[in-house]
């Protein structure tokens, strides 16, 4: 545990110039991530492709726990690839990049990967792209690699209702805030500030546990372990894959 909280102190420092509210969503994710679960799947060498990367967070938690990991993060928002690339430094075992998950030349790459992480992305796609990403990933793994899926499920229920209230509820608060923010002025700014330091999200639409397997396998992937993690507020499965015949799955 002491080894845990001393990576989440070096990686937080990693962001000398983060605000206040950027520091308090960096803190966040250290409580919402099942970290264990999603390192006991990763070697201590593995290449890694992460798919929605955000501000990097996971990836320099990943590589802090093991010096012999590499990251490839992938994000669509430039102003989060902006603030990830601030954490680097000297850190060679990680890059940061700008791009579409559902772009087809991510997924022609040189490099190949032991690993495809795709962490809370799946519930931001269209159905369509959901199964362009399901479906390419493979490209861009090695033979035996492992894709490993985090995202937000429809249970427990008490979680999933407490993540439907801050996802859809103050999403749709934060929107008519935002388009009167001019009109109040030094509140309106205020209110924004708000926003960013609870890191009130995109709308999102949560598939089950269920489902998201079902997709997986329809789509030529062999569920190896299918979790429910306790860890966090939110309610979120943790799925690992492979390319392979036989559909062994370990449910939790």
């Not at 990097?56 to 102003?79: M, T």
């Not at 075992?93 to 032991?114: C, G, T």
């Not at 985090?150 to 749709?172: A, C, G, I, M, Q």
Request: hydrophobic letters at 40%; a positive charge; proline letters at 4%.
């Amino acid at each position: 545990m002491r080894k845990m909280w001393r990576t989440y102190r070096n990686v937080l420092n990693s962001y000398p110039d983060a605000t206040l509210s950027e520091k308090l969503l960096i803190i966040t994710r250290f409580l919402e991530l099942p970290v264990r679960d999603i390192d006991r799947w990763i070697g201590e060498n593995d290449t890694i492709m992460e798919l929605g990367c955000g501000r990097g967070v996971l990836a320099n938690i990943l590589v802090a726990l093991s010096p012999g990991r590499s990251v490839y993060g992938v994000d669509l928002s430039a102003g989060r690839i902006a603030r990830a690339l601030t954490s680097l430094k000297e850190n060679s075992r990680i890059e940061f990049h700008v791009a579409n998950v559902v772009d087809p030349s991510l997924y022609h790459l040189q490099q190949k990967f032991d690993i495809v992480l795709v962490s809370e992305l799946l519930c931001l796609l269209s159905p369509g792209d959901q199964e362009t990403v399901l479906k390419k990933a493979s490209d861009i793994l090695i033979p035996g690699g492992r894709l490993i899926i985090k995202d937000y499920v429809t249970r427990p229920r008490y979680k999933y209702f407490l993540f439907w209230l801050e996802t859809n509820f103050l999403h749709y608060v934060v929107n008519w805030t935002g388009r009167i923010a001019v009109k109040l002025g030094k509140l309106g700014r205020h209110l924004q500030k708000i926003q960013t330091m609870f890191g009130v999200r995109d709308a999102v639409t949560v598939l089950s546990r269920e489902n998201i397997s079902a997709l997986l396998i329809e789509k030529g992937w062999s569920v190896l372990s299918s979790t429910l993690p306790s860890k966090g507020f939110w309610p979120h499965c943790l799925l690992v894959c492979e390319r392979s015949g036989a559909d062994r799955t370990e449910e939790k």
